[in-house]
């Protein structure tokens, strides 16, 4: 089975999940405890790539600025032009809440 098709039903169980919690406090309390603070900041690295990216700074801007390599940031920026259009909305409009 592709990478992409056995996530499929991984993401779906994990959004499930997120959608019953009630508020950003249990929320918080959930991810504190399910995650190790590396997988935490792997993710928050993430984000801050992503919206890097959209924001139109530089790849050597970004790898300077959060000490990530190029090949991540290359990911990000295929992920950005190529991936599913609906993903990069969803980028611009939790960056358009910040």
């Known amino acids: 089975m592709p ?7 991984l993401v779906k169980e994990l959004a499930n999940i997120l959608c019953k ?7 918080e309390l959930f991810l504190h405890g399910l995650l190790t603070p590396s997988e935490i ?21 970004i ?13 990000g920026s295929r992920l950005i032009k190529y991936g599913d259009e609906n993903f990069v909305e969803i980028i611009r409009k939790i ?4």
């Open 21 to 27: 919690l009630e508020d950003i406090a249990e929320l």
């Open 41 to 61: 900041e792997e993710i928050i690295n993430r984000w801050h790539l992503l919206r890097a990216l959209e924001e139109g700074e530089t790849h050597r801007q």
């Open 63 to 75: 790898s300077s600025k959060l000490g990530v390599s190029l090949g991540k940031i290359a990911r």
């Open 3 to 9: 990478q992409q098709n056995k996530m499929v039903p």
């Open 95 to 98: 960056k358009g809440k910040e």
